[in-house]
């Protein structure tokens, strides 16, 4: 065995399963370290938002709680990347650091650094392709560029073949001590004073465990409607991984092969797997997208759209952050985000088109409020998200759709289930109304104790002008081509 550790760096993957560079070190029978480093001071690194912050803490933990039951232990630091990663190396003596790959341009970029100033003090360093399906770079067409539509992209990745089959966890790990580590705690990652995470913790558990759970009881079950469901928020129609494949508790391979191991065993869910396969094939996409497009937060990816008449109304975005516009799928969306750090998919798209297409406001205020509220918050999938909603993008929405959200409403929640969980006080009017209160008449109202413009609000804007305003901004943008 060699004296000399090799420390490995945990940095988006948060788990021991199906992870390249633990398995590797393992492998070699050499003593590990086990760490991860907070690095708010690297340059380029995307700030993580409030409720993402929360994630971490939790997924921390549950790494941690990994490592101690195989007799290890995870070292937390703060600070560069590079620098604590040397005082690290020199500390244990360590021969060699390894990580698992970040296919985007800011965290290479420091792992480059990293690389660097480890080759400088002579230890080595051995990196893992990890987090997508398939390495960006191998997508590029001979002009350099990246993939734009999603339909040829996803026709391609599938054409490639099954990704490769997950690497198990190690059974054992021969521990090296790693000297001080900091507690979670004095990461500041969770909110103390206030203290708004009560309906964070009271909705997900963070963690490799619960994330294999949750696809082991969604393959077992919802997959089978998948297809026909997914679109409906009154009901949980879908996996909810986002957040465990946000901060890599489980892997894109995983997720992957387990569908379609179980897509073999059940051929009826084969229909099920293969949409929810696809919607893993957007994740990607939006990943590819900012792989070859790094500032796709803050950029438009068609030029046009930088001469947006974009509006300043502050009071509009204050009451869309809120929950308090008046239209109730929209205010139900934004309340479940608040409460829960989440949105259903069909709600994001709606709220988002509210926003953008009602309000004229920037989708890059939407993608920021998302972007804090989200425990989910994906640098790819976010602002590749929000671009589409604004037509902005790459394979985005024809700018003439704008959603109408009493019609979204009533089809994908017919019942108004949905609505009524997240704004109680329309609780009492009937599946006819509850999506346009303002069409109920005053009997009605008095009945569901709703006073428009008092306990609940009046639309913030209205739906037809709204859409006539929407259409002639966009028209304008185009006649100026
Ligand atoms: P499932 O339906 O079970 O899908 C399985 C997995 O596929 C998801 O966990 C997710 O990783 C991926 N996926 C599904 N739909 C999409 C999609 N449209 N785009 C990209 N990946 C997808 N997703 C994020 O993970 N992070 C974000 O920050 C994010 N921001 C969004 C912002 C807007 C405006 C919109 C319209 C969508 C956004 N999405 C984002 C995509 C989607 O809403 C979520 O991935 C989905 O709601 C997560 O729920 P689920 O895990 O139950 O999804």
Redesign the pocket.
């Known amino acids: 065995m060699s004296s000399s550790p090799i420390i490995v760096w945990f940095r988006e993957s948060l788990r021991l399963s199906d992870h390249p560079a633990l398995y590797e070190a393992a492998r070699s029978g050499t003593r590990i370290v086990c760490s991860y480093v907070h690095d708010q001071e690297s340059p380029g690194l995307r700030p993580l938002g409030g409720a993402t912050r929360w994630w971490l803490a939790q997924s921390l933990r549950a790494l941690q709680a990994e490592l101690h039951a195989l007799g290890a232990g995870l070292v937390i630091r703060r600070g560069a990347a590079a620098e604590v990663l040397c005082e690290l190396a020199r500390e244990t003596k360590a021969g060699a650091v390894y990580w698992n790959d970040v296919a985007q341009a800011a965290p290479r970029a420091v792992a480059a650094d990293v690389e660097a100033a480890l080759a400088e003090i002579g230890v080595s360093s051995r990196v893992f392709p990890d987090d997508l399906l398939v390495d960006p770079a191998e997508l590029r067409g001979k002009d350099g560029r990246g993939p734009r539509v999603f339909t040829p992209f996803w026709k391609r990745v599938l054409a490639l073949g099954d990704p490769p089959k997950p690497l198990p966890r190690p059974a054992r790990l021969s521990h090296a001590p790693g000297g001080a580590s900091l507690p979670i705690d004095e990461l500041a990652l969770e909110p103390l004073k206030p203290d708004w995470a009560g309906g964070l913790r009271a909705s997900w558990h963070a963690g490799e465990r619960a994330a294999q759970a949750r696809l082991a009881s969604?393959l077992e079950t919802a997959v089978q409607t998948?297809a026909a469901d997914?679109d409906r928020p009154d009901i949980e129609a879908?996996?909810?991984?986002?957040?465990?494949?946000?901060f890599g508790e489980i892997s894109p391979r995983q997720?992957w092969h387990a569908a379609r191991f179980a897509a073999a065993e059940r051929p009826a869910s084969a229909a099920g797997i293969d949409k929810?396969l696809s919607?893993?094939g957007?994740?990607e996409?939006?990943r590819h997208l900012l792989y070859n497009n790094p500032d796709l937060a803050t950029r438009n990816l068609q030029p046009s759209f930088d001469a947006f008449p974009w509006a300043q109304d502050d009071a509009a975005l204050q009451a869309w952050q809120r929950g308090r516009t008046g239209y109730p799928i929209v205010d139900a969306g934004m309340r479940e985000l608040w409460h829960t750090g989440?949105?259903?998919?069909r709600v994001?798209?709606v709220?988002?088109s509210l926003l953008v297409k009602h309000l004229l406001i920037d989708w890059r205020l939407?993608?920021q409020w998302?972007?804090d509220t989200?425990v989910?918050?994906?640098p790819?999938?976010?602002p590749?998200?929000?671009q589409?909603?604004a037509g902005s993008g790459a394979d985005a929405a024809p700018y003439f759709r704008v959603f109408n959200p009493v019609l979204q409403g009533e089809k994908f929640d017919s019942h108004g289930t949905y609505v009524r969980r997240w704004v109680p006080e329309l609780a009492r009017l009937p599946a006819a109304l509850v999506h346009q209160p303002w069409a109920a008449k005053p009997l009605e109202l008095a009945e569901a104790g709703v006073a428009l413009g008092r306990t609940y609000p009046a639309p913030f804007v209205d739906h037809k002008p709204g859409r006539e305003r929407a259409l002639a901004a966009y028209a304008s943008l185009r006649t100026s081509d």
């Open positions: 969604f998948y997914r879908t996996s909810r991984l986002s957040p465990h494949l946000r997720v929810f919607e893993l957007w994740r996409f939006s989440s949105m259903h998919n994001r798209m709220v988002a939407g993608e998302f972007w989200l989910d918050a994906d790819g999938s976010n590749a998200s929000w589409w909603v």
